[in-house]
């Protein structure tokens, strides 16, 4: 195994999700097929045209997936953002309406914030100082 290529996350409905985070946070649409005459849906999201990992959004069925919108890691951050111009991609996503948990701040690993996404998700935006290890989980 060489990398990890989609992460699930589980939202209420599709376009308002794909809206949200192409629109606001600036992922790229990848694909988009209908797999099911129910409306099930292959959308994978990536945060950039080259990225390796990308989101796989998958529609909420059930009331046990949707009590877990927004709340899939129990409350802690679990999505992490890299950028190599942390001030622009803050400017950006506050511009677009982002809540911000806390200012920006500076840690030994480089300069860090988080954020909400629209149904709660909790994010860290991170620019890494050069050389440094990842960020403690």
Known sequence: MRRLGLVTLVVPEYD???AYYTE???FHLREDTLLAPDGKR???LAPSPGAET????ARAVGERQRARVGDQTGGRVGFFLATDDFDADLARLT???VTLEEPPRTESY????VFVDRYGNRWDLIQPTQGSA???A
């Open 110 to 113: 480089g300069r860090v914030v």
């Open 16 to 18: 308002e999700a794909i």
């Open 24 to 26: 606001v946070l600036g």
């Open 134 to 136: 990842s960020p403690p």
């Open 54 to 57: 990308c989101l796989l959004l």
């Open 95 to 97: 511009g677009a309406g």
């Open 42 to 44: 292959w959308v994978v």
